[in-house]
């Protein structure tokens, strides 16, 4: 009987000698429980020699079953220990593979410029605010009766042909000019409030074959200042100083008998050329002057129309290209690049950069 039990608890310590190196040498954590169901799992070493409890004597059963804890807490230390240690290599790995190395820079956002247009337009629109204007925007479906006939251009008038028009029926149409946002404001004016000074922006539309100086599709800024006594000096002075503003300080401006009907008298507004200073070169054409705006005096049939008197008030009005006025700043020559969306061409002017 001695012998029986001796053979046993000497079964156990072979075991846990065997099983201790296997335990020391694994390699992975599946390793490591193959390992723990090859002693302990239901089919396993351990369990084997458990099942032979039954057979032993009352004396001998607990010394088995001493042999077989020392076995089992043994087993288990080495167990854990030898997980923990895996565990740890495990996860360094995983951080090691998934480290993000903070000091790399940032992938740069490409970042979109505002349309030069729009600066240019900006550009003009924050000077006459700070002049006082009022920036008013009227519709770009606009009906014939303030494109034209406010505008002092019955249907029969011969300056309607001065602008081929896209109409949608006969009565309404694609604004040729931003000219009938004057009359739209007149009309709602009260001078009781102040006198009249405003902006107005936006874009205009031509029957025209687009080429390098025509799109069908363009830019206008329409002027307007209504009050008692103003004169052709308060116009002359004003767009002086957006000449000077916009195309340097030292710019002279002439003024040219013209015609628009919807001024009297009419002018066509030179700048002096802001690239040879009016010696004369390509840009100027030789002439040492750029024409850059229309402008005149608001016809008193205008005023009237728009129910001003016309005895009482009086006003000046301009209309300007900013689309011609960045060709000329900017050294563009086709105006098709405005509208053509390449960027090549867009993110040359940076200026816009939010
Ligand atoms: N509306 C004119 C055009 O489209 C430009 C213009 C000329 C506007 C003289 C005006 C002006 O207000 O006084 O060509």
């Given at each position: 009987m001695e012998n029986q039990i001796q053979q046993h608890i000497e079964a156990v310590t072979a075991l846990l000698n065997k099983a201790l190196p296997q335990i020391e040498v694994s390699d992975s954590l599946s390793q490591l429980?193959?390992?723990?169901?090859?002693?302990?799992?239901?089919?396993?070493?351990?369990?084997?020699?458990?099942a032979a409890m039954k057979g032993l004597s009352n004396e001998d059963r607990?010394?088995?079953?001493?042999?077989?804890?020392?076995?089992?807490?043994?087993?288990?230390?080495?167990?854990?220990s030898k997980k923990s240690e895996l565990e740890h290599r495990a996860l360094n790995q995983q951080l090691a593979s998934e480290?993000?190395?903070?000091?790399?820079?940032?992938?740069?956002?490409?970042m979109g410029t505002r349309h030069i247009i729009t600066q240019t337009m900006e550009e003009i629109e924050d000077l006459f605010i700070g002049m006082g204007y009022q920036v008013i925007e009227g519709p770009e479906v606009e009906m014939d009766h303030y494109n034209f006939e406010m505008m002092n251009l019955p249907k029969s008038h011969p300056a309607r042909d001065m602008q081929d028009t896209f109409y949608i029926d006969p009565e309404t149409l694609m604004r040729t000019h931003t000219s009938p946002v004057q009359a739209r404001v007149m009309e709602q004016h009260d001078?009781?409030?102040?006198?009249?000074?405003?902006?107005?922006?936006g874009k205009v539309f031509r029957r025209d074959n687009d080429d390098a100086t025509h799109s069908h599709q363009f830019h206008q800024i329409e002027g307007l200042v209504v009050d008692k006594?103003?004169?052709m000096a308060d116009l002359k002075g004003t767009l002086e100083v957006f000449a000077q503003a916009l195309f340097g300080q030292e710019r002279a401006i002439r003024l040219r008998p013209s015609y628009f009907p919807f001024t009297e008298p009419s002018v066509e507004v030179d700048?002096?050329?802001?690239?040879?200073?009016?010696?004369?070169?390509?840009?100027?054409?030789?002439t040492g002057w750029i024409e850059i705006l229309g402008a005149g005096m608001v016809h008193p049939n205008v005023l009237e129309m728009a129910g001003i008197d016309s005895t009482v008030y009086s006003g000046f009005a301009f209309g300007m290209g900013?689309?011609?006025?960045?060709?000329?700043?900017?050294?563009?020559?086709?105006?098709?690049?405005?509208?053509?969306?390449?960027l090549r061409f867009l993110t040359q002017f940076k200026g816009g950069q939010n």
């Open positions: 429980d193959d390992i723990r169901v090859t002693y302990l799992g239901k089919k396993g070493a351990l369990t084997q020699i458990a607990p010394r088995l079953g001493q042999a077989m804890n020392e076995f089992k807490a043994a087993f288990s230390q080495a167990f854990d480290a993000l190395d903070i000091s790399l820079p940032g992938r740069q956002m490409p001078f009781t409030k102040g006198p009249l000074k405003m902006i107005s922006p006594h103003i004169t700048v002096s050329c802001f690239k040879c200073g009016g010696d004369g070169c390509n840009v100027c054409k030789q900013p689309d011609r006025v960045a060709m000329l700043k900017y050294n563009v020559d086709d105006i098709r690049h405005f509208y053509q969306n390449d």
